[in-house]
Structures are given as C-alpha cells and as structure tokens.
C-alpha cells in the first residue's frame, strides 16, 4: 500500500508524550500513528454497530417469526 504525507496540528504536549513513548519502545512516529487511527475507527465502528443492534432489538416484537416466514413460503 502506497504511503501519503498527511499533516496535523497537534497540542504540544500531546506530541511531547508521543515522541517520548515511541523513543522509548522503538516504534516510528508514523506506524504508531497510523495504528492509533485504525484502533480509534474500528472502535467507532463498533459503536455505530452496537446502536444499530439496539434499534434493532426494540424491533424485534414486531418481527414475524422465522416458523410463521417459512409456512408463508411453504418451505
């Protein structure tokens, strides 16, 4: 996978604590970056998945059984 240059704007201490970390458990500034972002967007997946489920489970009452679908269909 190609790699692009993609520029942020960050509070200084934040980049302070992140430059240590990496320095400290030699990892580069880029892959640990890109593996933050990838957590952070898969967590929110997550979360978006988790409400839909929710909203499902409220209706789930109205939903005809999978017994009474296959009668219909005479399977």
Do not use: P, W
């Given at each position: 996978m190609s790699k692009v ?71």
């Open positions: 240059t993609f520029a942020v704007k960050l509070n200084e201490g934040v980049l302070s604590m992140l430059k240590q970390f990496c320095v400290e458990h030699g990892t580069k500034y880029s892959f640990f970056v890109e593996k933050a972002i990838q957590e952070k967007l898969a967590a929110e997946e997550r979360k978006e998945d988790l409400l839909d489920f929710k909203m499902s489970r409220q209706e789930e009452e109205n939903a005809e059984s999978f017994d009474e679908y296959l009668k219909e269909r005479n399977v």
